[in-house]
């Protein structure tokens, strides 16, 4: 009930604003934190909170259940922070040993969210994101309506998100490719009504701009060396200097066609 009463407070009260604010500061730094680890994954976890979000508001949930969602969604990848990198940035396929560990990050994020009575409202969320709604995924293998409704619309996000971002082993699918994939895999991956709603919604427009941006809907340039990590803001003018925030290589921005390039 604690845990409740001050997720209530966190999103409520207007007297908490700047706590609120900063927790959702310190959410951000968790992500960050987390997608450091594979610069491929840059914006990924703001992406999907965008995402669900969008899906939860549609559905008319309220806003103590939406700011689980969300908070969820930051936090669905932080296990792998005990990740080894040669796992997380590998390029080829893994070994079996290998995606045993990938498979671990679930319940590692449990157990370093369980002691926070904050967060508990969202742990399940991200611990049972990776569920199939066939009972083949994991960690549990639970199946249809056992899997937590937010963790079942958190799946097709994160997958889309996925498949619609550059990864070590492979180029980003379009869109509509990402889109084609959800459909196909309605009953086996996911719960059908949520690819249909995710695909109604982004048939209407209200989530294209999210696609490689992060937060602000700032687009992300690829780093020759760690992917899809430099952020460009609007203001920014042609011939200044961009870093990446990995590797700390110092590219020149070029404006060509109306397209955003390095050099």
């Not at 969008?54 to 969820?72: D, T, V």
């Not at 396929?93 to 369980?114: C, D, N």
Request: net charge positive.
């Amino acid at each position: 009930m604690f845990g409740l009463n001050l997720l209530e407070l966190f999103f409520k009260s207007d007297s908490a604003r700047n706590l609120r604010e900063s927790n959702i500061a310190i959410l951000n730094l968790l992500a960050n934190v987390i997608e450091s680890r594979d610069p491929f994954t840059a914006g990924h976890t703001w992406r999907v909170a965008k995402y669900v979000t969008a899906m939860a508001r549609h559905l008319g949930w309220s806003s103590e259940r939406r700011a689980s969602l969300q908070i969820g969604s930051y936090l669905h990848d932080l296990g792998k922070i005990s990740i080894e990198d040669s796992i997380l940035k590998k390029s080829g396929k893994l070994t079996a040993e290998e995606y045993e560990q990938i498979k671990a990050h679930p319940a590692e994020g449990r157990r370093l969210l369980q002691g926070i009575e904050f967060l508990r409202p969202a742990m399940q969320v991200s611990y049972s994101h990776h569920e199939r709604y066939d009972g083949s995924g994991y960690p549990e293998g639970l199946k249809g309506e056992a899997i937590p409704e937010e963790a079942r619309l958190i799946a097709v996000a994160d997958v889309f998100d996925s498949l619609t971002s550059n990864r070590p082993y492979r180029t980003p699918l379009s869109p509509e490719k990402g889109l084609s994939y959800l459909q196909k895999q309605k009953g086996s991956h996911f719960e059908p009504q949520w690819v249909d709603l995710f695909t109604s919604i982004w048939d209407k427009g209200k989530l294209k701009k999210t696609v490689l941006h992060s937060e602000g809907h700032i687009p992300l340039l690829a780093c020759p060396q760690d992917g899809p990590t430099i952020a460009v803001k609007g203001s920014a003018s042609e011939g200044d200097g961009i870093f990446c925030p990995v590797c700390k290589t110092r590219f020149v921005l070029v404006k060509k066609n109306r397209q955003v390039q390095l050099t």
